[in-house]
T-cell receptor
Framework: GNSVTQMEGPVTLSEEAFLTINCTYT??????LFWYVQYPGEGLQLLLK?????DKGSNKGFEATYRKETTSFHLEKGSVQVSDSAVYFC????????????FGQGTELSVKP | DSGVTQTPKHLITATGQRVTLRCSPR?????VYWYQQSLDQGLQFLIQ???????AKGNILERFSAQQFPDLHSELNLSSLELGDSALYFC????????????????FGPGTRLTVL
């Protein structure tokens, strides 16, 4: 079945460091890919998405490129801030399955001043 | 604010009891999804409704049921509660044109934290 695998956390970085959170997926068809972020005590917010191969999603300095050949959707940010501390979830959705999201296990990011 | 509301925010109850979680989707969204977030299972899809009809089922226990009403709000009913049902329950909504094969963004509510003692 479909699945998403993320790098394990927690990830601890200093402010202004470069961030990469790896995400790979297994899917039978052509999924859409998403990154959601969960701040402490809050619900999930969509960070960015990509709906087809080679698409790049971007938002708030974060980027991820849909790589079909490596079945990956790694999240990157050039310079993290303390306010980026949160849990990040990679997810996929198959068009022919009603749109339900399949999530990775989440990666906790902690940014220190 | 995503526009999706969930009530209550917190719920504490005892084993064997039954509870109802409520979700109001964003204005205009016809599709509602329920997810469970727990430490051991992570985020898991439970069930989806579209315009009042059940469209997809995930890892939902038989003790759990849901429905979507004509005004599009949805309720998740959890019965014969066990300690392991303690989790965060999220509702999400989207405009998913059923039958078109399109995928739309899901907007999540703040969640209901259920604690079973």
């Amino acid at each position: 079945g479909n699945s998403v695998t993320q790098m394990e956390g927690p990830v601890t970085l200093s402010e202004e460091a470069f961030l990469t959170i790896n995400c790979t997926y297994t899917a039978t068809g052509y999924p859409s890919l998403f990154w959601y972020v969960q701040y402490p005590g809050e619900g999930l917010q969509l960070l960015l998405k990509a709906t087809k191969a080679d698409d790049k999603g971007s938002n708030k300095g974060f980027e991820a490129t849909y790589r079909k050949e490596t079945t990956s959707f790694h999240l990157e940010k050039g310079s993290v801030q303390v306010s980026d501390s949160a849990v990040y979830f990679c997810a996929l959705s198959e068009r022919n399955q009603g749109g339900k999201l399949i999530f990775g296990q989440g990666t906790e990011l902690s940014v220190k001043p | 604010d995503s526009g999706v509301t969930q009530t209550p925010k917190h719920l504490i109850t005892a084993t064997g009891q039954r509870v109802t979680l409520r979700c109001s989707p964003r204005s205009g969204d016809l599709s509602v999804y329920w997810y469970q977030q727990s430490l051991d299972q992570g985020l898991q899809f439970l069930i989806q409704y579209y315009n009042g009809e059940e469209r997809a089922k995930g890892n939902i226990l038989e003790r759990f049921s849901a429905q979507q009403f004509p005004d599009l709000h949805s309720e998740l009913n959890l019965s014969s509660l066990e300690l392991g049902d303690s989790a965060l329950y999220f509702c999400a909504s989207s405009v998913v044109p059923v039958g078109t094969g399109l995928t739309d963004t899901q907007y999540f509510g703040p969640g209901t934290r259920l604690t079973v003692l």
